[in-house]
């Protein structure tokens, strides 16, 4: 069927909050959209909420008339729950759509579920694409980031829309087309990844600012607003510095000390581990991060330890502020450098081709991990680092050797005070792992030949060893 530029230039379906705010953002970049959900009685409240951007949008009830209203070659975005929502929504809609149509899975969805969905719908010439969004209600409403998969005809579709609809860094939209299938999806759910370790990064400078140095939450929220300032800008550092300034208008405490510390989670953070450990790879600050939210759900085991296991005897000082913001900078290098390098990883294991450069540069703005690090780090991946490791980039070793010192002295500060800083010294642990030549897996590889007989390399000669374990043939 030939291709028709009557009717809406994209549908989006579903119109919860993520849903409802990319429909306007649409609207107002002056693109007319059809929009659709299953429980009917939000499209009419929708519409009445979007003002006069509501010329711009027409709802349905109806999934069939939702579907003939968008204009052919169809680009209909889904904001759904991920998972078996978005299975019954393919199967419902795939009878109404014609070839050359995509669909746009705009959740944060497992990359899996994108690549199975993508092979199953390729025989019916229908597209799919997983995309991720970031940045929240206020980045859909107003620039996310957005981390494009999918086949290059449905890109096609998208792009115009998509760079109108971005957030912008210096003008560069923030989006980018990445590889086909679940390339979207994998770039977000590592995305998110980065995301934990940085909040995990700087909650433990809080907790060490609180627990060893006895400051109250306001101070520490000042201290990290000074830091905007600095090397450490970025959306976290500053959603940090107000939410510890906020405080309770019910019982006038800072907001954060009446917070119950059980954080929770969706999985994306716990995704980038499985795939990190699936390729062989550890992503070890992203995976402190997520240990630390299960343990932090252990909230009546750690009010009993409390008393009964026992506590640092040394007080220490604080470390400086000086080395508190370059152990800060220090891990969030590291953890970034981490995700990068599973995505190089992901890249060679589906034959991606991922771009890391860009995927820097759509990280600049619109999503939650933008930060002033992002520029550097896009800087040092187009200056092609040696053997593509973040770490060996000049400019990044530069700053490692200015903020690793730093870091060492702050979790050795925790250390001694009992203050736990898992993701920074997990960051420091890998620091000390990358830059050591000979390291400690030759026991390892002992240790197994000993009781497994596994075989080893040797240094000396080529091909597979075992080793003359004579200490315990004499034993
Ligand atoms: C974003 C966020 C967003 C959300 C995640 C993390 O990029 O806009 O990553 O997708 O914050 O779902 O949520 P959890 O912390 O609940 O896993």
Known sequence: MPPSQKGADIGLYGLGTMGSALALNFAEKGFSVAVSNRETAWIDTFLEEAGSLAAKITGFAQLADFVRAIARPRSILFM??????????????????????????????DFNATRARSEALAATGIHFVGMGVSGGEEGARNGPSMMVGGSTHSWQQLRPMVEAIAARYQGDPCVAHLGPDGAGHFVKTVHNGIEYADMQMIAEIYGLLRDAGGKSAAEIGALFESWQEGPLSSYLIEVSAAALQSTDSRSGRPMVDVILDKAGQKGT???TLIEALKMGQSASTVEAAVGARGWSSEKQVRTRAEDLLSAAATAVDLPSEGDLQGALLAGRILGHAQGFRILSAASEEFDWSLDLARISEIWRAGCIIRSALLDDLAEAFRDNPPEGHLILAPAVRAQLAETVGPLRRVVAAGVAAGVPLPALSAGLAWYDTMRTARGTANLIQAQRDFFGAHGFARIDADGRHHGDWNRLRQA
Do not use: K
């Not at 809609?93 to 899975?105: A, H, R, Y």
């Open 80 to 109: 759904i729950p991920s998972g078996a929502p978005m299975d019954a929504m393919i199967e419902a809609i795939l009878p109404v759509l014609e070839e050359g149509d995509t669909i746009i899975d705009g959740g944060n969805a």
């Open 269 to 271: 953070g716990r995704w």
